[in-house]
Structure formats: C-alpha cells, structure tokens
C-alpha cells in the first residue's frame, strides 16, 4: 500500500478515467446551473455563482482535513507516502479557497452592493486561505526537507484543532456586530431545481481534488525515486 | 547541565527552567519594558489616526486595546526559544531525560509573566486613556489575563516551528494570526458586553476553556515542534 | 433551458459580467491547477529519459563516469 512503485500503477489506472470524469462533471454541472436551473426570485441570475462558489469552499474545507489526516499518518507511523500526500494537498486546497473567496466577492457586488463583506462565511473562509498558506509557507521556509514535512503536519494538525473554534467563535462575531440595516439571508431552504447541479457540482470538485492530489503526488513521486531501478525500467521500456 | 538523577519530579524540571529563564528577564529589564512601551506607543497611534472624538474612541476602545495586545503578543514570541536554540541549550534539553513540553512550559511560563500577565494587569491604565467606561475596565484586565495565556500558548508553537528558519518572525506572524482569532472575538465580545452593563462571565468563561484546552494540548505540539526545528 | 437566445444568456438580465467573470477565472484558475502536475510530470520523464539515453549513448567509449566526448 505504501510502496511507491504499487501507487505509481495504481494512480495511473485511476488518473486515466478520473479526468474525463471530473472534467465531464465539472461541464455537465456547469451547464447545468448556468442554463437549466431558474434564476433565484431575489438575486435573478448572479445567483449562479453558487455553484461554483460552494462547492469551492466545501472542498477546501475537506481538503484541509485530507492534508491533516495526511500530514498526522505520516508524524505517528513515519509512512514517507504520507507526506507526499499532504504537500500535494496543501496548493489545491489553497487554490480552491481562493476560487471561493474571489467568487465570493464578485457575488457579493449585485448582491450586496460591495466589492468586500465582512460577513461570517467569508470571513471564515480568509482564515482558511491564510492557514493553508501558512502550511505553504512553512515548507518552502525550511531547509530540511524531512524536517518541513514534519512541520507541516505538525502546524496542519493545530489547524485541524482550530478550524471549528475559528468557524464558530466567527459566527459568534457576525452576530454579535451584524448591521441591522442590512439583512444577509442565511440559506434557506433552496429548490431541489437548484439543489441537484449544486450536488452534483460538489460532487465534481471533489473529484477535482482528488485527481489534482493523485497528479501532483506522480509527479512528485517520479522526481523523488528518478534513479530507482523501477522508475529506470518504467521509463526504459515506455 | 542538571547534576540531578532521573528522580527529580517533573515539578522540579519545570522549576528548574522556570527559574532560569526567570532570572535572565530579571537581569534584562529592556525586554520586559519594550513590548508595554510598544503597546503604549501603538495605542496612541490610535487618536492620532482615528480622531479624537471620545465617543467613537471608547466605542472602538475593547477591539483597539485587544488587538495591540495581540500585536505585542506577536512580537514577543518570536523571542520565545530563540535564545535557547542559538547557545545550544534547546539541544541540551530535547537529549535531557524530562518530557520536553514540561520543560518548554517552564520557559513559557516565565516569559508569559513578563510579557502577557503584565501586560494584562497594566492594561486598565490604557483602557481609561482610550476611555474605555469604568464598568469595562476589570474585565478587560481578567480578559487580557486569560486571553494571553492562549496567546502565548499559541505564539509558543508559531516560535517552536519557525526558531530554525531565519527571519522567521514574519512567518511566524501569519501562521499564528489565524489561530488567534478566537481568542480576540471572545476577548473584545467580553469587554463590549461589560460595557454595556451585560454579564461577561460567559464570555470569560469560554476564553478560560480556551486557556485550558491550550495549556492540555499545546505543550505536546510545541515539544514535536522543538524537535522539528532541531532537525533542520 | 432557461434562455432564449444567446443575447440573454450572455448578459443574464445584467448580472452577466459577475456570472462569466467568476466562471471564466475559476476555469483559468483549475485548467492550470491541473496542467501543472501534468507537465512537470511530463518533464521529470523526459529529463529521466534522456539522462538514460546519454548514459547508453556514453558506454561504447569505455567512459567511466559518461563523460561525453
């Protein structure tokens, strides 16, 4: 399971249907939420960003968990598979909380008027940006590549710890200060016309990290082992 | 190093590096001074730049004193471990037959008197020149009491992670700044309710939780991190 | 299909610029996140593989160490 030759084929098994896979899910849900579903009673069309939006945020929510998970296996069992895993989780992450927060933003100015609002989902979302860069930053920062790895599980582990308190104690926050001039409409209870492409985009980006995580990690995998016997052979008979 | 054996309790170790770091705070008054002249300094900035009209100043006066706080905490964590690492002596200990988080608690512990503990009990006296209403002025001190206890706890692994690298106090800065968020919303939320007449015991109740779980959980990752950084 | 004509879809009763900006950068942004590991990958091959090729290319001289002559 751990052994890099056995991921190397079984990775490249996966990858070969995982990416017509994704990029199907991603047009088809896409197509789906920008043509087929009705437009939002309140918002009209500038709603549509949804389905980018959430499933963006959602994912690099998980996909801090997946590079914590990651980053712990490899701090308690020293499985170096591990550690791979958490590097190549950490920019797709990061990428993806920047996708939310961008699209986030350009919602918020038909919506609300505002370029910018402080409110408790983008709020919270800024936070996760800054510790996956954190995560990022941290490994480029050391010298020792072995000790970086360490490092960042480390740090993506006190993260994991934090992310509820910092979501909650957000929440918290907003209601605490919200504006009574303005009312920002939590999420009610939406049409299942708009509920299935919203699944189903969710559902493609997960593979989207999924398959972005496998691809970094073949290629990380690759350069790491170039001068063992069995990426020679690999290479040799291709 | 310890001419002690193996026996000496686990209270005593901790002492032992209590005192020590104790002592060089003592003899180097500077380091305690600087960050409550840093605070003092940054919170006049805030008249300057705001106005100042008392009304809005004391209305911004519990998020304004917090986060200088945080600011200070910021900038004294860097110094945390960073002299043990350079004389070798975090060598020494990491090797020394004690838990290391024991040890490092130690050292926090007398840095968090001189930085945060002080900071806390002097900060009624910034409180009243922002004008923060009398009513909120011990809250903001038992805030600041509980709420830098978390900050320190929390600029101890920032510091323990990055003490190897160099220039690491900017990094430390961002990886510490999102954990501290808590922290600074239960803290503000505390004091503005004492305010406005309310009961802030919840609210220090819930920096007192945190305080707690840190003081269980982060002397483990700082002792890995210690470590870490050893292996740079 | 909620659109009528290209027109309306484009503009998307105003909020069109918002809709096709964000979808546009997002679809930037994750080409590129997914052809990155895909041309390193690609790379690391190729440097393998003609690392492989001057090593074989090197032996008939008897060359110890590959020096190219």
Not at chain 1, 88 to 114: E, F, H, M, Q, S
């Amino acid at each position: 399971m751990g052994s890099p030759p056995w991921f190397f084929r079984f990775s490249g098994r996966l990858v070969r249907w995982l990416l017509p896979l994704t990029v199907a899910l991603l047009l088809v849900g896409a197509f789906w939420g920008l043509l087929v579903a009705p437009p939002d009673f309140r918002q009209g069309n500038s709603y549509r960003i949804i389905y980018i939006h959430v499933p963006a945020a959602v994912v690099a929510l998980a996909g801090y968990y997946v590079m914590a998970l990651a980053g712990a296996v490899s701090l308690i069992w020293r499985i170096k598979m591990a550690d791979v895993t958490m590097r190549a989780a950490a920019p797709v992450g990061a990428v993806l909380t920047a996708i939310a927060l961008v699209t986030g933003a350009v919602w918020g100015k038909p919506t609300w008027g505002t370029w910018w609002v402080w409110d408790a989902r983008i709020t919270s979302m800024l936070l996760l940006f800054f510790l996956y860069l954190g995560v990022v930053a941290l490994f480029e920062a050391y010298e020792n590549k072995t000790a970086a790895a360490r490092a960042c599980a480390v740090l993506s582990l006190i993260g994991t710890v934090n992310i509820p308190i910092i979501y909650k104690s957000v929440d918290w926050w907003y209601s605490l200060h919200q504006p009574a001039s303005i009312k920002f409409t939590g999420e009610s209870a939406i049409d299942s016309s708009m509920l299935y492409p919203l699944l189903l985009m969710i559902g493609a980006f997960y593979c989207l990290f999924a398959l972005t995580v496998l691809l970094n990690m073949r290629a990380e995998l690759l350069w790491r082992h170039r001068d063992s016997a069995w990426v020679q052979q690999l290479i040799g008979d291709a | 190093m310890s001419s002690e054996g193996p026996s000496v309790s686990m209270f005593a170790a901790f002492s032992w590096q209590f005192v020590r770091h104790a002592k060089t705070l003592i003899n180097s008054p500077a380091d305690v001074a600087n960050p409550l002249l840093f605070f003092f300094m940054v919170i006049t900035l805030f008249p300057l730049g705001l106005g100042p009209d008392p009304e809005r100043l004391a209305a911004m006066a519990p998020g304004i004193l917090w986060v200088v706080a945080l600011l200070a905490s910021l900038m004294v964590s860097s110094k945390l471990f960073a002299s043990d690492f350079e004389d070798g002596s975090l060598e020494q200990l990491a090797l020394a037959p004690y838990p290391l988080p024991i040890l490092a608690l130690g050292e926090i512990a007398a840095h968090w008197l001189a930085t945060g503990g002080l900071l806390s009990l002097v900060s009624p006296i910034f409180g009243i020149m922002l004008g923060l209403p009398t009513q909120g002025l011990a809250t903001l001190m038992f805030s600041l009491l509980l709420g830098s206890i978390c900050l320190t706890l929390i600029g101890a692994v920032g510091s323990a992670l990055t003490v190897s690298i160099r220039r690491g106090g900017l990094l430390l800065s961002l990886l510490i700044i999102p954990l501290n968020v808590p922290v600074l919303i239960f803290g503000t939320a505390a004091v503005n309710e004492a305010v406005i007449g309310g009961n802030a015991v919840s609210w220090l109740a819930l920096l007192g939780g945190l305080a707690l779980g840190a003081l269980a959980l982060m002397p483990i990752a700082i002792g890995a991190a210690l470590r870490v950084s050893l292996d740079n | 299909m909620y659109f009528d004509s290209l027109s309306s879809l484009w503009h998307m009763d105003g909020h069109g610029i918002y809709v096709w900006v964000s979808y546009g950068v997002t679809a930037l942004l994750l080409a590129a996140m997914v052809r990155l590991p895909i041309s390193r990958f690609h790379r690391h091959w190729e440097w393998v593989k003609s690392e492989q090729l001057r090593r074989v290319s090197a032996e008939p001289t008897g060359a110890v160490d590959g020096q190219k002559d």
